[in-house]
Protein backbone atom coordinates (compact mmCIF):
# COMPACT_ATOMS: atom_id res chain seq x y z
CA UNK A 1 0.00 0.00 0.00
CA UNK A 2 1.62 3.74 -0.17
CA UNK A 3 2.44 5.34 2.08
CA UNK A 4 -0.62 7.66 2.53
CA UNK A 5 -3.00 4.72 2.59
CA UNK A 6 -0.88 3.66 6.16
CA UNK A 7 -0.88 6.87 7.55
CA UNK A 8 -4.34 7.19 7.74
CA UNK A 9 -4.73 3.29 8.72
CA UNK A 10 -2.40 3.97 11.63
CA UNK A 11 -4.38 7.59 12.33
CA UNK A 12 -7.31 5.65 12.95
CA UNK A 13 -6.47 3.22 14.14
CA UNK A 14 -4.56 5.23 17.11
CA UNK A 15 -7.86 7.75 17.42
CA UNK A 16 -10.43 4.49 18.21
CA UNK A 17 -11.62 4.21 21.34
CA UNK A 18 -12.79 0.58 22.18
CA UNK A 19 -13.96 1.41 25.93
CA UNK A 20 -16.54 4.16 24.26
CA UNK A 21 -17.13 2.47 21.08
CA UNK A 22 -18.34 -0.08 23.23
CA UNK A 23 -21.04 2.03 25.07
CA UNK A 24 -21.77 3.58 21.59
CA UNK A 25 -23.08 0.08 20.55
CA UNK A 26 -25.03 -0.82 23.52
CA UNK A 27 -26.48 2.48 23.48
CA UNK A 28 -27.71 1.86 20.12
CA UNK A 29 -28.89 -1.84 21.48
CA UNK A 30 -31.04 0.00 23.51
CA UNK A 31 -32.25 2.00 21.59
CA UNK A 32 -33.33 -0.18 18.62
CA UNK A 33 -35.30 -2.07 22.00
CA UNK A 34 -36.91 1.44 23.08
CA UNK A 35 -35.06 0.50 26.08
CA UNK A 36 -34.24 3.52 28.54
CA UNK A 37 -30.89 5.69 27.43
CA UNK A 38 -28.84 8.12 28.27
CA UNK A 39 -29.72 10.46 25.61
CA UNK A 40 -30.62 10.20 21.74
CA UNK A 41 -28.05 8.78 19.37
CA UNK A 42 -26.33 11.62 17.48
CA UNK A 43 -24.28 11.03 14.47
CA UNK A 44 -22.13 13.89 13.65
CA UNK A 45 -20.80 14.93 9.96
CA UNK A 46 -17.99 16.67 10.40
CA UNK A 47 -14.67 17.51 8.25
CA UNK A 48 -11.89 15.38 9.24
CA UNK A 49 -8.68 17.29 9.87
CA UNK A 50 -5.57 17.32 7.62
CA UNK A 51 -7.15 14.52 6.10
CA UNK A 52 -5.85 14.09 2.49
CA UNK A 53 -8.44 15.38 -0.20
CA UNK A 54 -8.71 13.44 -3.43
CA UNK A 55 -11.73 13.93 -6.20
CA UNK A 56 -14.22 11.37 -6.99
CA UNK A 57 -12.49 10.76 -10.29
CA UNK A 58 -9.95 9.30 -8.31
CA UNK A 59 -11.47 7.77 -5.48
CA UNK A 60 -13.65 5.57 -7.95
CA UNK A 61 -10.51 4.40 -9.75
CA UNK A 62 -8.15 3.68 -7.43
CA UNK A 63 -9.17 1.22 -4.37
CA UNK A 64 -6.93 2.67 -1.60
CA UNK A 65 -7.92 6.52 -2.07
CA UNK A 66 -11.35 5.11 -1.57
CA UNK A 67 -10.26 3.72 1.72
CA UNK A 68 -8.87 7.23 3.03
CA UNK A 69 -12.01 8.65 1.71
CA UNK A 70 -14.03 6.19 3.57
CA UNK A 71 -12.14 6.29 6.82
CA UNK A 72 -12.21 10.06 7.16
CA UNK A 73 -15.77 10.14 8.99
CA UNK A 74 -14.48 7.22 11.00
CA UNK A 75 -11.76 9.80 11.91
CA UNK A 76 -13.58 12.63 12.81
CA UNK A 77 -16.02 10.35 14.01
CA UNK A 78 -13.11 9.05 16.46
CA UNK A 79 -12.23 12.39 17.15
CA UNK A 80 -15.44 14.22 18.51
CA UNK A 81 -16.75 11.48 20.19
CA UNK A 82 -20.23 11.44 18.45
CA UNK A 83 -22.71 8.28 18.56
CA UNK A 84 -21.74 6.68 14.77
CA UNK A 85 -21.29 3.09 14.56
CA UNK A 86 -18.29 3.29 12.02
CA UNK A 87 -18.25 1.57 8.64
CA UNK A 88 -16.73 1.82 5.24
CA UNK A 89 -17.92 0.63 2.23
CA UNK A 90 -17.07 0.02 -1.29
CA UNK A 91 -18.80 3.11 -2.55
CA UNK A 92 -19.82 2.97 -6.18
CA UNK A 93 -22.90 4.58 -6.35
CA UNK A 94 -26.42 3.63 -7.08
CA UNK A 95 -25.38 2.29 -10.25
CA UNK A 96 -24.03 -0.86 -9.08
CA UNK A 97 -26.76 -3.27 -9.76
CA UNK A 98 -27.98 -1.56 -12.58
CA UNK A 99 -24.48 -1.81 -14.05
CA UNK A 100 -24.70 -5.80 -13.88
CA UNK A 101 -27.55 -5.96 -15.93
CA UNK A 102 -25.75 -3.75 -18.27
CA UNK A 103 -26.34 -0.22 -18.12
CA UNK A 104 -23.87 2.36 -18.97
CA UNK A 105 -22.17 4.05 -16.26
CA UNK A 106 -21.46 7.49 -16.80
CA UNK A 107 -19.61 10.13 -14.77
CA UNK A 108 -21.37 13.56 -15.08
CA UNK A 109 -19.23 15.34 -12.80
CA UNK A 110 -15.79 15.19 -11.64
CA UNK A 111 -17.48 15.51 -7.98
CA UNK A 112 -20.13 13.19 -7.74
CA UNK A 113 -20.75 9.29 -7.54
CA UNK A 114 -21.12 7.57 -11.45
CA UNK A 115 -24.86 7.31 -12.37
CA UNK A 116 -26.68 4.17 -14.66
CA UNK A 117 -28.30 4.95 -17.38
CA UNK A 118 -31.43 3.14 -18.31
CA UNK A 119 -32.09 0.91 -21.05
CA UNK A 120 -35.28 2.14 -22.06
CA UNK A 121 -35.82 -0.88 -23.86
CA UNK A 122 -38.71 -3.53 -22.86
CA UNK A 123 -37.41 -6.40 -25.40
CA UNK A 124 -33.93 -6.22 -23.48
CA UNK A 125 -36.02 -6.59 -20.20
CA UNK A 126 -37.63 -9.45 -21.73
CA UNK A 127 -34.44 -10.93 -22.38
CA UNK A 128 -33.03 -10.54 -19.07
CA UNK A 129 -36.52 -12.51 -17.53
CA UNK A 130 -36.26 -15.31 -19.95
CA UNK A 131 -32.15 -15.34 -19.01
CA UNK A 132 -32.23 -15.08 -14.90
CA UNK A 133 -29.82 -13.82 -12.70
CA UNK A 134 -26.70 -12.04 -14.68
CA UNK A 135 -22.93 -12.58 -13.69
CA UNK A 136 -22.74 -11.00 -10.59
CA UNK A 137 -19.00 -9.83 -11.70
CA UNK A 138 -20.72 -7.48 -14.99
CA UNK A 139 -20.40 -4.12 -14.47
CA UNK A 140 -19.15 -2.47 -11.32
CA UNK A 141 -20.10 -6.04 -9.71
CA UNK A 142 -16.17 -7.30 -9.99
CA UNK A 143 -15.18 -3.78 -8.59
CA UNK A 144 -17.25 -4.37 -5.78
CA UNK A 145 -16.12 -6.82 -4.92
CA UNK A 146 -12.14 -6.63 -5.21
CA UNK A 147 -12.63 -3.56 -3.36
CA UNK A 148 -14.39 -5.10 -0.66
CA UNK A 149 -11.23 -8.05 -0.95
CA UNK A 150 -8.65 -5.51 -0.64
CA UNK A 151 -10.64 -3.46 2.33
CA UNK A 152 -10.38 -7.47 4.11
CA UNK A 153 -6.69 -7.31 3.66
CA UNK A 154 -5.90 -3.64 4.44
CA UNK A 155 -7.52 -3.77 7.90
CA UNK A 156 -6.08 -6.76 8.79
CA UNK A 157 -2.93 -5.47 10.87
CA UNK A 158 -5.01 -3.20 12.59
CA UNK A 159 -7.03 -4.83 15.67
CA UNK A 160 -9.29 -1.49 16.77
CA UNK A 161 -9.87 -1.33 13.26
CA UNK A 162 -10.58 -5.11 12.11
CA UNK A 163 -13.33 -4.94 15.67
CA UNK A 164 -14.87 -1.63 15.25
CA UNK A 165 -15.04 -0.93 11.61
CA UNK A 166 -17.54 -2.91 9.51
CA UNK A 167 -17.40 -3.49 6.31
CA UNK A 168 -20.65 -2.68 5.14
CA UNK A 169 -22.64 -3.67 2.17
CA UNK A 170 -22.50 -1.63 -0.86
CA UNK A 171 -25.26 0.50 -1.69
CA UNK A 172 -26.91 -2.20 -4.43
CA UNK A 173 -30.44 0.14 -3.74
CA UNK A 174 -33.64 -1.89 -3.68
CA UNK A 175 -35.83 -4.17 -6.13
CA UNK A 176 -37.81 -1.34 -7.23
CA UNK A 177 -35.22 1.49 -6.81
CA UNK A 178 -33.20 -1.19 -9.39
CA UNK A 179 -35.84 -2.38 -11.20
CA UNK A 180 -36.68 1.29 -12.28
CA UNK A 181 -33.06 2.65 -13.29
CA UNK A 182 -32.88 -0.81 -15.32
CA UNK A 183 -35.92 -0.17 -17.10
CA UNK A 184 -36.54 3.63 -16.79
CA UNK A 185 -39.48 5.16 -16.11
CA UNK A 186 -41.16 2.85 -18.57
CA UNK A 187 -41.66 0.67 -15.67
CA UNK A 188 -44.57 2.89 -13.93
CA UNK A 189 -46.58 2.82 -17.15
CA UNK A 190 -45.82 -1.07 -17.22
CA UNK A 191 -47.12 -1.43 -13.93
CA UNK A 192 -50.49 -0.39 -15.71
CA UNK A 193 -50.17 -2.12 -19.03
CA UNK A 194 -48.18 -5.07 -18.47
CA UNK A 195 -47.98 -5.84 -14.59
CA UNK A 196 -47.04 -9.70 -14.96
CA UNK A 197 -43.79 -8.50 -16.86
CA UNK A 198 -42.88 -6.21 -13.73
CA UNK A 199 -43.52 -8.52 -11.81
CA UNK A 200 -41.24 -10.92 -12.88
CA UNK A 201 -38.76 -8.62 -13.54
CA UNK A 202 -38.69 -7.79 -9.79
CA UNK A 203 -38.83 -10.81 -8.91
CA UNK A 204 -35.40 -11.42 -10.85
CA UNK A 205 -33.82 -8.08 -9.82
CA UNK A 206 -34.63 -9.30 -5.78
CA UNK A 207 -33.11 -12.80 -6.69
CA UNK A 208 -29.69 -10.47 -8.10
CA UNK A 209 -29.62 -8.03 -5.17
CA UNK A 210 -30.33 -11.23 -2.49
CA UNK A 211 -27.04 -13.46 -4.60
CA UNK A 212 -25.32 -10.23 -4.65
CA UNK A 213 -25.60 -9.88 -0.93
CA UNK A 214 -24.50 -13.18 -0.23
CA UNK A 215 -21.34 -13.45 -2.54
CA UNK A 216 -20.35 -9.50 -1.20
CA UNK A 217 -20.75 -11.00 2.45
CA UNK A 218 -19.04 -14.59 1.59
CA UNK A 219 -15.87 -11.69 1.10
CA UNK A 220 -16.19 -9.44 3.73
CA UNK A 221 -16.65 -12.35 6.48
CA UNK A 222 -19.46 -10.40 8.27
CA UNK A 223 -21.95 -12.25 9.60
CA UNK A 224 -25.88 -11.35 9.28
CA UNK A 225 -26.65 -12.99 12.32
CA UNK A 226 -25.96 -11.37 15.04
CA UNK A 227 -25.16 -8.47 12.66
CA UNK A 228 -22.36 -5.58 13.90
CA UNK A 229 -24.98 -3.11 14.49
CA UNK A 230 -28.56 -3.04 15.46
CA UNK A 231 -29.46 -1.81 12.38
CA UNK A 232 -28.86 -5.22 10.68
CA UNK A 233 -26.55 -5.61 7.20
CA UNK A 234 -28.96 -5.01 4.84
CA UNK A 235 -30.05 -1.25 3.79
CA UNK A 236 -32.92 -1.65 1.00
CA UNK A 237 -33.27 1.88 -0.88
CA UNK A 238 -37.18 2.70 -1.86
CA UNK A 239 -36.34 6.18 -2.89
CA UNK A 240 -38.19 5.33 -6.61
CA UNK A 241 -41.19 4.13 -4.13
CA UNK A 242 -42.05 7.85 -3.45
CA UNK A 243 -43.40 8.05 -7.33
CA UNK A 244 -46.67 5.37 -6.63
CA UNK A 245 -49.84 5.35 -4.45
CA UNK A 246 -49.85 3.11 -1.29
CA UNK A 247 -52.24 0.05 -3.55
CA UNK A 248 -49.32 0.45 -5.72
CA UNK A 249 -46.50 -0.03 -3.02
CA UNK A 250 -48.39 -3.12 -1.84
CA UNK A 251 -48.31 -4.53 -5.13
CA UNK A 252 -44.82 -3.42 -6.73
CA UNK A 253 -42.60 -3.29 -3.85
CA UNK A 254 -43.44 -4.68 -0.62
CA UNK A 255 -43.44 -8.14 -1.37
CA UNK A 256 -39.88 -7.73 -2.73
CA UNK A 257 -38.56 -6.11 0.09
CA UNK A 258 -40.29 -8.74 2.27
CA UNK A 259 -38.56 -11.38 0.85
CA UNK A 260 -34.97 -9.79 1.18
CA UNK A 261 -35.97 -9.04 5.01
CA UNK A 262 -36.79 -12.65 5.57
CA UNK A 263 -33.45 -13.60 4.71
CA UNK A 264 -30.92 -10.94 5.71
CA UNK A 265 -33.19 -8.64 7.86
CA UNK A 266 -32.27 -5.27 8.07
CA UNK A 267 -33.31 -1.39 7.44
CA UNK A 268 -35.33 0.51 4.81
CA UNK A 269 -34.06 4.33 3.71
CA UNK A 270 -35.78 6.31 1.33
CA UNK A 271 -35.65 9.99 0.54
CA UNK A 272 -38.83 12.13 -0.21
CA UNK A 273 -42.23 12.21 0.57
CA UNK A 274 -43.76 8.59 1.68
CA UNK A 275 -46.66 9.69 3.58
CA UNK A 276 -48.78 7.23 1.30
CA UNK A 277 -47.18 4.25 2.46
CA UNK A 278 -45.10 4.55 5.14
CA UNK A 279 -47.37 2.86 7.96
CA UNK A 280 -47.66 -0.03 5.50
CA UNK A 281 -43.61 -0.58 5.48
CA UNK A 282 -43.01 -0.49 9.15
CA UNK A 283 -45.15 -3.47 9.73
CA UNK A 284 -42.96 -6.04 7.59
CA UNK A 285 -41.44 -8.49 9.38
CA UNK A 286 -37.79 -8.38 10.31
CA UNK A 287 -37.39 -4.97 9.18
CA UNK A 288 -34.96 -3.42 12.46
CA UNK A 289 -35.17 0.47 11.45
CA UNK A 290 -36.22 3.23 8.69
CA UNK A 291 -34.35 6.05 7.89
CA UNK A 292 -36.93 8.82 5.96
CA UNK A 293 -34.33 11.05 4.94
CA UNK A 294 -36.29 14.37 4.44
CA UNK A 295 -37.92 14.74 7.75
CA UNK A 296 -39.71 18.00 6.49
CA UNK A 297 -42.31 15.84 5.63
CA UNK A 298 -43.23 13.80 8.61
CA UNK A 299 -44.90 14.48 12.18
CA UNK A 300 -41.76 12.96 14.19
CA UNK A 301 -43.86 12.40 17.03
CA UNK A 302 -46.78 10.52 14.80
CA UNK A 303 -44.30 8.28 13.10
CA UNK A 304 -42.40 7.58 16.77
CA UNK A 305 -45.82 5.93 18.17
CA UNK A 306 -46.22 4.15 14.99
CA UNK A 307 -42.68 2.94 14.66
CA UNK A 308 -42.40 2.11 18.44
CA UNK A 309 -46.12 -0.38 18.10
CA UNK A 310 -44.65 -1.76 15.36
CA UNK A 311 -40.86 -2.60 17.18
CA UNK A 312 -38.58 -0.27 14.70
CA UNK A 313 -36.59 1.93 15.60
CA UNK A 314 -36.15 5.45 13.58
CA UNK A 315 -32.37 6.07 12.51
CA UNK A 316 -31.10 9.32 11.94
CA UNK A 317 -33.58 11.86 11.92
CA UNK A 318 -32.35 15.00 9.83
CA UNK A 319 -34.56 17.92 10.71
CA UNK A 320 -34.52 19.51 14.36
CA UNK A 321 -36.70 18.38 16.83
CA UNK A 322 -38.34 21.40 19.52
CA UNK A 323 -38.72 20.45 23.06
CA UNK A 324 -41.93 19.13 22.91
CA UNK A 325 -41.04 17.08 20.71
CA UNK A 326 -37.91 15.57 22.68
CA UNK A 327 -39.97 14.99 25.47
CA UNK A 328 -42.20 12.72 24.01
CA UNK A 329 -39.44 11.17 22.15
CA UNK A 330 -37.41 9.49 24.83
CA UNK A 331 -35.95 6.02 22.75
CA UNK A 332 -36.35 4.45 19.79
CA UNK A 333 -34.89 6.79 17.92
CA UNK A 334 -31.48 8.43 16.54
CA UNK A 335 -30.28 12.01 15.04
CA UNK A 336 -27.91 13.06 12.37
CA UNK A 337 -26.60 16.44 12.20
CA UNK A 338 -23.70 18.20 10.37
CA UNK A 339 -20.92 20.51 11.46
CA UNK A 340 -18.01 22.50 10.10
CA UNK A 341 -15.32 20.69 11.91
CA UNK A 342 -14.23 18.61 15.02
CA UNK A 343 -14.19 21.47 17.23
CA UNK A 344 -18.09 22.08 16.36
CA UNK A 345 -19.26 18.87 16.59
CA UNK A 346 -17.87 18.16 20.35
CA UNK A 347 -19.32 21.47 21.46
CA UNK A 348 -22.69 19.98 19.73
CA UNK A 349 -22.16 16.21 21.60
CA UNK A 350 -21.41 18.20 24.62
CA UNK A 351 -25.11 20.11 24.67
CA UNK A 352 -26.34 16.65 23.76
CA UNK A 353 -25.56 15.12 26.45
Known amino acids: MQSETIRCLERVESALDPAHLARTRQLWENCRHYRPISHLPVVVGAQAPDWPSHTMSEIRSDMEKMLVSELAPVYASALIGDDRLPEIRANYGTGILPSVFGCQIVHLDPATLPAALPLHDEARVRDHVAQGVPDLRAGLGGRVFDTV ?16 VSINLADTQGPLDAAEVVWGSEIL ?13 LDLVTETLA ?6 AAIDGVPFAPPPTPLGRVCIREDATVMISGAMYDKFCKPYAQRLLDEFGGCIHWCGDGKAWWRSLIALRNLTAVNPFQGQFYDPVEMHRACRDAGVMIWQWTTELTPEQRAQIPTGFTLVRWVGDVAAGKRLMEATR
Open 149 to 164: AFYVEALKPYPKLREW
Open 189 to 201: EAMYADPELVYAF
Open 211 to 216: AFTRAH
